[in-house]
């Protein structure tokens, strides 16, 4: 592998009593150190439990993982739980949507963050708890000596935010995975997270995976992007080249319920119309098709009865889109669009 993490045909399929739920579905890209990749999507689209496989953390459940995830040198897909464990939490780290959950309510914040440091270095409580206050000054807790003795609940939801990618990166991850980090928080709290984010990946250096619903964050912080639908890859590319021309009409229609720059943040336009598919059975030919407002314009029925290929578009460097419509179609819908707004 020439990157530092490489992902090749990642599969996740759930065994269940209606059958097999296909969460992520032939998932691949590629992230080198320093870089963000921004992984977009609906819930249920395989974000996140593409980067739950990232950790390992289907091991020992019923899950059927196949593929495969190359870090560093290492392949994660078939290593033991056991070397998994001195991974994670160490070389790869998560930040979770709710820190609640990732806080335990009857320990202090200090704690815990010094345990997490204890658990893949040897070294005593008093050098462990030091490094838990110079991880919450980094973060930006004020008083850090006297907050460590605070349990979670003592903590706003933005500290506790704070406190938990204190947590995540308490041994210098070469690989942070965030998923949702901002979603329960509000837009000022959720710029200051993101900057830290992106202050502390400037500082380390280390790979980051952001995954979101919200193109904003991504075109805040983000390198590239992968759009999933139904747990498969949709659009890939790097930020720039997504977002300016985006290529399919599901990334078209994320694009068009972002805020306006400058407007009213509540204002989303064009939602896309009805809900995810079934992982189960995802619907014949393209997947979007359902929801398509433009599988008309492709002859033959075509988008329901053909998967439409992933195909490099030309002229960009990695940018790929699953659409069976043509380049021609697309200028005509973009210049449409244009004259409506
Ligand atoms: Fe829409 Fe057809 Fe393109 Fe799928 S392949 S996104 S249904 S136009
Ligand atoms: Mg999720």
């Given at each position: ?9 990642l ?6 009593d209606d059958?097999i739920?296909?969460?992520v579905?032939?998932v691949?890209f ?33 899950a ?9 040198g ?31 309510p ?39 000596e ?27 991850p070469?690989?942070l ?7 329960a ?50 659009e890939y ?8 021309t985006?290529?399919?009409p599901y990334?078209?229609?994320?694009l ?5 720059l400058?407007?009213d ?15 189960i ?49 697309k ?11």
């Open positions: 592998p020439s990157s530092f993490l490489e992902v090749r045909d599969r996740v399929h759930f065994p269940t059958g739920v296909k969460s579905d032939g691949s590629a992230l080198q150190k320093g870089q963000t990749l921004g992984i977009v999507g609906e819930s249920g689209s395989g974000k996140s439990v593409t980067s739950a496989a990232l950790l390992g953390l289907h091991k020992g459940s019923r059927r993982v196949s593929g495969e995830v190359w870090l560093d290492d392949e994660l897909v078939s290593m033991s739980e056991q070397d998994m464990r001195s991974l994670r939490g160490n070389k790869v780290s998560m930040i979770f949507q709710d820190p609640l959950s990732a806080l335990h009857f320990f202090t914040i200090g704690a815990q963050i010094a345990e997490a440091y204890r658990v893949h270095h040897k070294v005593s409580k008093a050098e462990a708890r030091d490094r838990a206050v110079e991880m919450l000054k980094r973060v930006g807790i004020p008083q850090p006297r907050r460590v003795k605070d349990y979670p609940h003592q903590f706003s939801g933005g500290m506790r935010q704070r406190a938990m990618i204190a947590m995540s990166l308490v041994c210098n070469e690989l995975i965030a998923d949702e980090p901002t979603t928080l509000d837009v000022t709290v959720q710029a200051q997270i993101l900057d830290l984010i992106r202050d502390l990946q400037e500082e380390f250096g280390s790979a980051v995976i952001i995954i979101t619903h919200d193109l904003g964050v991504v075109a805040e912080i983000a390198d590239d992007i992968l759009v999933m639908y139904g747990g498969r890859r949709i590319g790097s930020v720039r080249d997504v977002l300016k985006p290529e399919h990334a078209w229609g994320l068009q319920s972002m805020p306006h400058g407007g943040v509540t204002e989303r336009l064009n939602p896309i119309q009805g809900s995810p598919p079934s992982l059975n995802l619907p014949t030919g393209c997947a979007f098709h359902p929801r398509c407002a433009f599988k008309d314009q492709v002859p033959d029925d075509r988008c329901s009865t053909e998967r439409p290929e992933l195909l490099p578009v030309p002229g960009t460097d990695k940018h790929i889109a699953a659409c069976h419509l043509t380049a021609e179609n200028i005509e819908i973009r210049s449409a669009a244009d004259r409506l707004a």
